[in-house]
């Protein structure tokens, strides 16, 4: 079986407040951008050759709420402390300050950050078992 693909997508009320935190904090490549298709404005943020994107769109006219809890997440697990450190780093050299994480869990081995809409991300240091 070949392995899938998966896109996480979701609206946003601004998708340029959003890209400072994943193209740049999270280091992410933009995929793909499209203006207007049905009224729909997003882009699609990953990592060339890895098997998932997150896709952001807007539609214009339209408001979405934000997060609907701080437990909303996306984890990265990084098992390598070198790299977890590193990326925990770019983050903040970006301006993107940890949070306490909803769940205590989360804050044992990992960071977690929130991201302009208060959906959060952790930095998890640990490899997916």
Not at 43 to 71: K, N
Not at 106 to 118: K, R
Request: with cysteine.
């Amino acid at each position: 079986m070949a392995t899938p693909v998966l896109r996480v997508a979701r609206p946003t009320n601004d998708i340029g407040k959003l890209l400072p935190f994943y193209r740049d904090g999270l280091g992410l490549e933009i995929l793909y951008q499209f203006e207007d298709h049905n009224g729909f404005d997003g882009v699609m943020l990953g990592r060339r050759g890895c098997s998932y994107h997150f896709e952001f769109t807007h539609h214009r006219g339209h408001t979405v709420a934000g997060a609907p809890s701080q437990d909303n997440l996306l984890i990265f697990y990084l098992p390598d402390l070198g790299a977890w450190q590193q990326a925990v780093s770019r983050m903040q050299e970006h301006g993107f300050d940890p949070v306490a994480s909803f769940n205590p869990y989360w804050d044992e081995h990992g960071v977690t950050f929130e991201d302009a809409d208060g959906y959060r991300v952790v930095l998890q240091q640990a490899a997916w078992k």
